[in-house]
DNA sequence: AATATAATCGTTATTACAACGTTAATTAAA
DNA sequence: TTTAATTAACGTTGTAATAACGATTATATT
């Protein structure tokens, strides 16, 4: 069968911002960029869509290349097309964010390509649109974590509740109560309690709890509202 | 300077989802597809990205080429790129929603695509993806109405509560409390109750109201929520 | 005058929740 | 052993939102 006829094909690239809590800081993951031009600036992870790839494979794909991870939480954000935006060639991309559990990230295969992690207060000036992207991240997790528990998906399997507050507080930038905070998470039914504690922080220690992940799918549709809007 | 090597060229459109009222009924502007394969057969309206065009252009363009309507409300819904989606040629296609007043649409224009519009309950198959960009926009617009004041784009300059009402039926498919939802709407401070009336579907005749543009400019960012739960 | 629709007013019970107070438990450090 | 720091839990109060009703009034056409 013909193609379609007098149609200019443009380049298309997927481009990952990649979150991640120490649970203490929320980072984002950022690559030294290794060819022309802004060769040696920093950018967010990205590549070409490949040949027999849809856009959400290109996106795994290019998240494990970085990251070594499997079954990530993974998300459109929205495709940047400005035909200048890319000096070269002109490109489209698709931007994904991602939000991973930073422990589980193997750190020997970033070396290659010079990542690394930044504050999110320390993040530095990045390559083409990539400053718009991950404001726009920030903004549309902002709005997802209000109605939906995506947080979680940014700890590791046990977690203490302050841990899980200060995640909180970092995504909008305020504090909250730390007594309703509790009320609404304990009665969200979404967290087990361990019988562990995380003694690094205080003397007391902090109970571990883990995700029920059958509530966790089970509510993500519901509209909840994990926020509270102390001072 | 060298152009990226060994990378495929995608080819890139643009399909809207053009949501129109005309008072009674929510409805979809479809056309009727002018080229092989799946000539004939109901359609999105879409078209490639052009040399110079952003995404956003595309979209603004190919919606003038159909409704003749400039200053539309264009929100992007999702990329879609699996490799299949067409069988004739690789493309990814940026969808695009779109909520116009039906009134304002220029009936003339559509005949060369042979445009019509569909209820939205009475929608044919659709080719290609195109059913599922469908959902995906049913779904962003139930998320945004409810906690943004979108539906007024479909209106009129001038229409009726009732009108109103039953646009938030429609778009939510179940009945709400006219009570509550007169006490709501005029809570919000977004209407400006005309002198004249409506006297086509009522002896009464219902008042005319008009949007405060201001306020609703005000208001769009803070999460308001206009729907109610009513059986 | 009858009538259908539009619009207003009112009530009640419930839920959500912010803001703040208080206390118990735990354990490292003094 | 006592002290201090921290976590975790429970309680109170006032307010705002709102769903689910009931009842009534207004209006203009037929």
Redo the contacts between chains.
Sequence with gaps: ????SN??????AVDCIIFGYDGEHLKLLLVKRAI??EKDKWSLMGG??G?????DGAAKRILLELTGLHDVYLE?L??????DRD????T?S?AYFALIDINKYSKQINDQYHAEWFKLKEIPKLIFDHDKMVKAAMDKIRYQA?LHPILFELLPKKFTIPQLQALYEQVYDSPIDNRNFIRKITASGLLIKQTEKDKSNSRRGAFYFKLDKQKHKAQFQS?LNLTAKSK
């Design positions: 069968m013909a193609k379609y149609v200019k094909p443009i380049l298309i022309e031009p070409f869509v040949d027999d790839e849809n856009l459109q929205h495709a940047y097309g400005n035909p000096p070269i060639e002109r489209v698709v209000a509209f």
